[in-house]
């Protein structure tokens, strides 16, 4: 018996020394391919680009706004073209970056590449399996079923909502600006427009109260704002666990981890009641149903239940759109409108002229002073027709379109290539070897290689936007050039900051107006300008958010601006 045992041990144990060793030669197998053989037959190693040791990433010059407008004028226009590869985290990881709109075109159309796993399961972590990071067969059927929340009639519906809030957010300014004894205060903006595109999306996209401009202690909104407070300042280290590691947060979870879920479960266990409460009133037929039910939710409900049984979303399913559209409509938006604002306080005399425009224009049926002390309901027709009317400012809608040009709320994002494919180019890409590819040529790309598309980057180029592409200009919009009309780019000329094709935002209108009432709503009211003595640089986290130079640690996101009462 002794005998045996001992036999059976020592043939468990080389059976197991001989399971390691094949691991580990798989490993090495895989480590090796990885750093030094695919990067040979990778056809990006043949494309221009950035050279640097074997390990090193590029990570900094093609991701951190205060540097990439010299970057990538640099790399565009003195050294690489208009077509190129970067390291990603090492030589062994090329990726493509391209400014040629044919390039571009190719691959937001095409089915052959999807955003890469990482980004959908670092969103899917925080807002779930929507709209945004959903693929395929998934992501068509959830665009068709969302698609009539978001028509030009029914952002028409909810834009009363978009006005409330807006004098709600004048008013609240108003106040501030009395108390400071000198009809000016100064006051962080970035965090009150946030403020304010969250109960705008509440009501327009949940028909719920978030309430936020009075009081941010709401425990729906509080989850929200500290989910994504963590998510902006986590390190590259902590998203790289996130990602690869994902047992870890459940095994060890640290402080973070543990509000963030707790936030999670707050937000679906209140979610998950109004989707039912919303669902009962709609299947009961209630005959005002149709008429006043136009929050988001509602519609996305009613469209749901016309849907076959198999083609239906879930309550989860449907709470985790909410949530993409929650951070989209309300974090994106908000950017936006800050930014716009800290433009406009550069600029004062773009902020006087359309100022005037906005006193003048159709939208102010009464004076400024009359309209500050107003009150509007969320159903008035006179509201909607107000809205109209702003929506119609010509100047308004060109500064708007500029800053979302100059300053993009994303930055940039990826796609990888889901099989090898084939590239079209407009501009000749002369690689490394000298040869040459000519327009209407093609450049090869290996599945599983990741695309940068630089979407500030396009939106800052001389080539498209002309030699004045990094001015803020917002009459460029009267007379675009050739290049930013392309046919390749339909809707907002060349304007990447929506993008286009199969992933363009559906919501897009919905920001548009949004952000024109508020800014309409302000400007006859305040006049905007810098806080002295500080800088304000941008910091590129899933959002490019404004904060103030040497005190991003310690205060966090913020853009301070002094505000004054308009005197006529």
Known sequence: ??????????????????????????????????????????????????EAPAFQSHFS????????????????HNLFGKTFRYHGYGRHDYRLMSFDLRVLSHVLTSPVYEKPWQTRAYLGRLLGRGVFNMEGHEHRALRKLIGPAFT??????????FLQKAEELRDR?????????????TFDVAHWI?????????????????????DE???????????????????????????????????????????TQQCLKTIRDSGISLINTKREACMAEKPDFASNEKDILSLLIKSNLTNEPSNQLSDTDLLDQLSSFLFAGSDSTAVAI????????????????????????????ASPSSRRNSTSSISSTSSTLQTDAIDSLPYLDAVLRETLRVTPPVHGTLRVATADDLIPVSSPVVLRNGKVIHENEHIRIKKGSFVHLPVEGVNLS????????????????????????SPAFPGLANLMSFSFGRASCPGYRFALLEAKVILATLLPQFVFSPVGGIEIGKYNSVLTRPFVRGKLDTEGIQLPLRISRYTD
């Open 194 to 214: 946030s403020r304010t595109t969250f109960d705008i999306f509440g009501l327009a996209g949940f028909d719920y109260h978030f309430n936020a401009l009075h």
């Open 173 to 185: 300014w108003d106040a501030l600006v009395s108390t400071d004894g000198s009809s000016s205060a």
């Open 1 to 50: 018996m002794e005998c045996s045992a001992s036999l059976l041990f020592s043939w468990l144990f080389k059976a197991l020394g001989l399971f390691l060793a094949l691991v580990i030669a798989r490993g090495i197998f895989w480590l090796v391919n990885l750093l030094w053989v695919a990067p040979l037959l990778d056809p990006l190693a043949s494309l221009p680009g950035p």
């Open 462 to 485: 001389e080539d498209i936007w002309g030699p004045d592409a990094r001015e803020f200009n917002p009459d460029r919009w009267n007379s675009l050039p050739a290049g930013a009309t």
């Open 217 to 259: 202690s709401e425990q729906v909104y509080s989850a929200y704002r500290r989910m994504f407070s963590i998510s902006d300042k986590a390190s590259q280290l902590r998203v790289l666990k996130q990602l690869y590691l994902p047992i870890a947060e459940k095994i060890w979870p640290d402080e973070n981890d543990k509000i």
């Open 338 to 365: 800050t930014w716009c604002l800290h433009i406009l306080s550069q600029h004062p005399e773009i902020q006087d002229r359309l100022r005037a425009e906005i006193i003048a224009g159709p939208a102010s049926e």
């Open 61 to 76: 010059q093609v991701n951190d706004p205060d540097i990439t407008p010299e970057v990538y004028r640099d790399w565009t």
């Open 152 to 161: 030009a009639q029914a952002v028409k519906g909810m834009s009363p909502i």
